[in-house]
């Protein structure tokens, strides 16, 4: 069945760069989109961006446009969401989900990640 | 963008009451592309429907949706204790995707 595994949250400073990845199984990568949506604490949920099926593009939110690039390995069947630039306010928890197009039909239990001096 | 409102912010129902959620656009969603979340505390969202109207797989058929354009609702027929969460819209029609805000459904 499908499994979305999120890793690489944590703790970084503003101005300061991490990496998320999100290990699939139970499907292929390159046969879906698939979108990161974020939620921060307490909050409700923010769409990231999404990497379409084929790897030649991306969509993202204006809030992270420049700063956040998605990307994928499908020798690992793993999606990334290289993050620069992080300010406070992109403290959240950070799914990753497996889109039906557009829609995003399954869902990782997500990683934290806390911008903070 | 498109921004949704969802209404009301919280829901006190009992185990068995109808649920209706209201989600509003502000421009017309096209093709009625909105879809329909759960999220439980601690979970990640689930999704519940798609194209206003179609449910996801394994979605019990107490759950409907139904709306076009601008004004779209949720209906959870009988309410069942597992179904007390927050439920949130999303239209996918026009980049950036946005969300609502969320309906709480808490028992009342």
């Known amino acids: 069945q499908v499994q979305l595994v999120e890793s690489g949250g944590g703790v970084v400073q503003p101005g300061g760069s991490l990496k998320l990845s999100c290990e699939a199984s139970?499907?292929?990568?390159?046969?879906?989109?698939m979108h990161w949506v974020r939620q921060t604490p307490g909050k409700g949920l923010e769409w990231v961006g999404v990497?379409?099926?084929?790897?030649?593009?991306?969509y993202s939110a204006e809030s992270v446009k420049g700063r956040f690039t998605i990307s994928r390995d499908l020798s690992k069947n793993t999606l990334h969401l290289e993050m620069n630039s992080l300010r406070p306010e992109d403290t959240a928890v950070y799914y990753c989900?497996?889109?039906?197009?557009?829609?995003?039909?399954?869902w990782g239990q997500g990683t934290l990640v806390s911008v903070s001096s | 963008e498109i921004v949704l409102t969802q209404s009301p912010g919280t829901l006190s129902l009992s185990p068995g009451e109808r649920a209706t959620l209201s989600c509003r656009a502000t421009?017309?969603?096209?093709?009625?592309?909105l879809a329909w979340y759960q999220q439980k505390p601690g979970q990640a969202p689930r999704l519940l429907i798609y194209g206003a109207s179609s449910r996801a797989i394994g979605i019990p058929d107490r759950f409907s949706g139904s709306g076009s354009g601008t004004d779209f609702t949720l209906t959870i027929s009988r309410l069942e204790p597992e179904d007390f969460a927050v439920y949130y819209c999303q239209q996918t029609a026009h980049s950036p995707l946005t969300f609502g805000g969320g309906t709480r459904v808490e028992m009342k």
């Open positions: 990497l379409q099926k084929d790897g030649s593009e991306q």
């Open positions: 421009e017309s969603v096209t093709k009625n592309y």
């Open positions: 989900a497996r889109g039906a197009g557009w829609v995003a039909a399954s």
């Open positions: 139970g499907f292929s990568l390159n046969n879906n989109f």
